[in-house]
């Protein structure tokens, strides 16, 4: 009897637990102490900077030593300019998704973080409601940076017609453009005007190929990101996810570049680059030493590019040159 | 009176060669580790992992230990936590499997059923973010690394089991000669449980010495870095280069970096000083992995 009274009672618990969870689970509350409701902006007495929180994305080994050096230089600007101060919180870049998942999902206050289709997913977070609307603040607030860009651009940013991030300087115009080693772009006698199709970039590397280079680096195909550059398909939830905006068409459409005649025909010179040994048969798992490179496709031309890929090939003379039109 | 040697027979033949079969497989994948953290990268991607380095080369351990003050502050920070931790977890733990071990103790199976519950059910990971961060205050201190993992159920019935295979006659007879309870837990019930407590000890150990995943989402401060994480951001930062070369635009090429030398020597300077610690311990822990099948 009294064994039976104990497991009665047992069971009259647990199903009160179980209630609880489930009028919790049911909750409108984002839950968290403190939401990011932007309400905090300045606060009650004005006398006393604002500290920002700001998540940055660190990509390095290890977070610098001297980074608290950078942020008092920060402070010393900002608090004479907006009365605020800013409080980074770094992150090694290989765990800043991981850890801003965590702190848009718990709801954690913070103010500023890096975001964008291919880490820290914008669009996501604008669905999980980690990011406030500041379409109407922009205007008013930041009427020079809303000024600085043309409402095309800002489009880009907007979810169902809202903003939800301030857009930052970086190159916006994407320009295919090839690397070439510039000694075997010499000997193979070939002109810049050969490259303007893949069949001219195939003979180059086939050239590369019979005639002493380092077959393990000759070239890596496509870049991953490039589907703007070379296609003119502006990807909307990053480059492997189907469905982009075919702005190189008359009237832009969103299509899945899968079943896009060029994008196909593209992989096909892909498959034929790794048939013929171009693209080592080990790509997948080993890494490309671009110092050793003969013939790269760049989705980024830009006018300092020969220094910047010379240096990254340890000083091998780099030629670089754009290859088709560009895109924004 | 003359010893006659027995002749081995077939089944102890078998049983033997099962066994040594068994610490081979125990024994040389470590071996194959430490050989590749010793290999050049080149060679481990073009011959593979061997029990002799192809071609030996230091370049893992030079890249890893580049700035040696982050290796040793990161010891230093691991092995404060290790120590200070399992001293205070297993006091905790001592304390709590005592009184659950006295059969006399009336609030024995409730308390039990409460441990036991927390093993099956837990709050989640954001509503322990923000109990440590936003109510205990503990993001970004170093006992953040000491404090969520004080008290493991597991243990606590391990030691339990321990205690009471202490006779119960040794307590009446203390508690005759005019013992309270203190004494007879740190006079009798320690002193006669300690394979129990090496287990434990071990167990916690290697719980603090191990742990990556608190660090990486309650720590900022580059200087409370434990060893783990340490070595995870390592490896998870050359991965990173090697899979977004062309997306950071970076000067960096990933060949310059070692991938897989790397990550053994992250294992070989990780469980290095384990391997001591195990050796110290190992009298104590054969003894201890069956005491959760045993009772009184």
């Known amino acids: 009897m009294r064994g039976r009274i104990t497991k009665k009672k047992a069971a009259a618990a647990f199903c009160l637990c179980m209630f609880c969870f489930l009028l919790a689970g049911c909750s409108g509350d984002k839950g968290g102490v403190a939401i990011n409701d932007g309400s905090g902006n300045l606060t009650d007495d004005e006398s006393q900077p604002y500290e920002i929180d700001y998540w940055i994305a660190v990509e390095a080994a290890g977070i610098p030593k001297d980074l608290s050096l950078v942020e008092a230089e920060i402070n010393r600007i900002v608090t004479k300019k907006i009365n605020a101060t800013v409080k980074l919180h770094p992150v090694l870049v290989g765990d800043y998704e991981n850890r801003m998942q965590l702190v848009v999902n718990a709801g954690d206050k913070f103010d500023l ?93 086939a050239y590369c190929y019979n005639n002493g280079a380092d077959r393990a680096n000759i070239t890596q195909g496509y870049d991953p990101q490039g589907l703007i550059a070379f296609f003119g398909f502006d990807d909307i939830n990053g480059a492997s996810c189907p469905g982009v905006v075919d702005v190189s068409a008359d009237k832009p459409a969103v299509i899945n570049q899968f079943e896009s005649e060029k994008f196909r025909n593209a992989l096909k010179y892909s498959v034929d680059w790794y048939k013929k040994g171009y693209i080592p048969a080990d790509a997948l798992t080993a890494a490309f030493d671009f110092s050793k490179s003969y013939g790269l496709l760049s989705s980024t031309w830009k006018p300092s590019q020969e220094g910047e890929d010379t240096l990254r090939r340890k000083g091998r003379a780099s030629i670089c040159f754009p290859i088709g039109p560009s895109y924004m | 009176m003359m010893m006659h040697k027995r002749k081995p027979t077939l089944s102890s033949i078998v049983i033997y060669a099962a066994l040594i079969a068994f610490v081979l497989f125990c024994i040389l994948p470590f071996a194959l580790v430490l050989s590749s953290s010793f290999s050049d990268e080149e060679a481990l991607k073009e011959y593979g992992i061997g029990f002799f380095p192809r071609e030996f080369s230091l370049e893992a351990y030079r890249y890893a230990f580049q700035y040696p003050d982050d290796i040793l502050n990161a010891y230093g920070v691991t092995v404060f936590v290790t120590v200070v931790g399992t001293v205070l977890n297993l006091l905790l733990t001592v304390l709590i499997a005592y009184p659950l071990s006295k059969q006399d103790f009336r609030w024995r199976r409730p308390m039990s059923f ?93 719980l603090y010495w191990n742990d990556t995943f608190t660090g990486l989402l309650f720590l900022e401060d580059p200087k409370l870095t434990p060893l783990q994480l340490l070595l ?65």
């Open chain 1, 113 to 205: 973080c890096f975001t964008s289709p291919w880490m820290n997913n914008y669009a996501k977070n604008v669905r999980l409601e980690g990011f406030w609307d500041i379409t109407d603040l922009l205007p008013e607030y930041a009427p020079k940076t809303w000024a600085l860009y043309d409402e095309r651009i800002w489009s880009a940013a907007r979810v169902e017609g809202r903003i939800y991030g301030s857009i930052n300087r970086q190159i916006m115009a994407r320009t295919p453009g090839v690397t070439l080693d510039r000694a075997m772009y010499e000997a193979s006698g070939m002109t810049q005007e050969d490259f303007k199709t893949l069949d001219g970039f195939t003979e180059f590397l």
């Open chain 2, 232 to 296: 995870n951001q390592l490896v998870n930062y050359v991965q990173y280069v090697q899979q977004n070369a062309v997306v950071s635009g970076g000067m960096i090429s990933a060949a310059d970096l070692p991938d897989k030398s790397l990550m053994f020597a992250m294992c070989v300077i990780a469980t290095g000083p384990m391997l001591f610690v195990f050796s110290f311990f190992q009298k104590y822990f054969v003894r201890g992995l069956t005491a959760g099948a045993l009772k009184e």
């Open chain 2, 114 to 206: 409460y441990l036991f519950f927390t093993m099956l059910f837990n709050g989640g990971l954001v509503p322990t973010y923000l109990l440590l961060k936003n109510y205990l205050h503990l993001y970004d201190t170093i006992w953040v690394l000491i404090l969520p993992l004080l008290i493991v159920p597991g243990n606590v019935f391990i030691m339990r089991v321990f205690f009471q295979g202490v006779p119960r006659s040794l307590y009446e007879s203390a508690v005759i000669d005019g013992a309270g309870e203190w004494t007879m837990l740190f006079r009798i019930g320690i002193p006669l449980s300690k394979a129990g407590i090496a287990t434990v000890t071990f167990f916690i150990i290697l």
